[in-house]
T-cell receptor, first 111, second 115 residues
């Protein structure tokens, strides 16, 4: 079945630092890929998505590109803010399979 | 409703009791998921209702766990003879159903504590 491996946390960065959270996946066929975010005390929400190879998802300054050749979907942001502190989940979904979540990466941004 | 609604938001139960958790999906969403999130952990898949197809129950951890969904509406997750290791936040999500999945919307979860 599908699986996702993402960078172990926690990650602590200073404000305005560059962020990369690595994510690789295994799947049959051509899955859709997502990053979900869970802010402190809030529910899970979609951050960005890509549904086919070479697609770039972007939102709130975050970006991730669907790389079929490396089976990766790394999350990046050029300049993080304190308000980006959250847990980030890389997620894959293919065909009739359920959403498969990575273990999550906790990001803390300090001023 | 505007989003996925779960009830109760919190449930404290004694070990050995049965509990029922409810999920009201977004109207028109034919796909519905249940996940479990233990403290500080990732999301553990439990069950997936996918339109009119048979549900994918492959994530249910034991026969104490079961879930039902009536048509495209409410789903209930039942845990029988609860154990302390069942303590977690139980999350429900719904989405449109199709080959290229659209966004899944999550409820706020039910925090279950077994004492």
């Amino acid at each position: 079945g599908n699986s996702v491996t993402q960078m172990e946390g926690p990650v602590t960065l200073s404000e305005e630092a560059f962020l990369t959270i690595n994510c690789t996946y295994t799947a049959t066929g051509y899955p859709s890929l997502f990053w979900y975010v869970q802010y402190p005390g809030e529910g899970l929400q979609l951050l960005l998505k890509a549904t086919k190879a070479d697609d770039k998802g972007s939102n709130k300054g975050f970006e991730a590109t669907y790389r079929k050749e490396t089976t990766s979907f790394h999350l990046e942001k050029g300049s993080v803010q304190v308000s980006d502190s959250a847990v980030y989940f890389c997620v894959t979904k293919g065909g009739n399979t359920p959403l498969v979540f990575g273990k999550g990466t906790r990001l803390s941004v300090i001023a | 409703g505007a989003g996925v609604s779960q009830s109760p938001s919190n449930k404290v139960t004694e070990k050995g009791k049965d509990v029922e958790l409810r999920c009201d999906p977004i109207s028109g969403h034919t796909a519905l998921y249940w996940y479990r999130q233990r403290l500080g952990q990732g999301l553990e898949f439990l069950i997936y209702f996918q339109g009119n197809s048979a549900p994918d129950k492959s994530g249910l951890p034991s026969d104490r766990f079961s879930a039902e969904r009536t048509g495209e509406s409410v789903s209930t997750l039942t845990i029988q003879r609860t154990q302390q290791e069942d303590s977690a936040v139980y999350l429900c999500a719904s989405s449109l159903y199709g080959e290229k999945a659209t966004e899944a919307f999550f409820g706020q979860g039910t925090r279950l504590t077994v004492v």
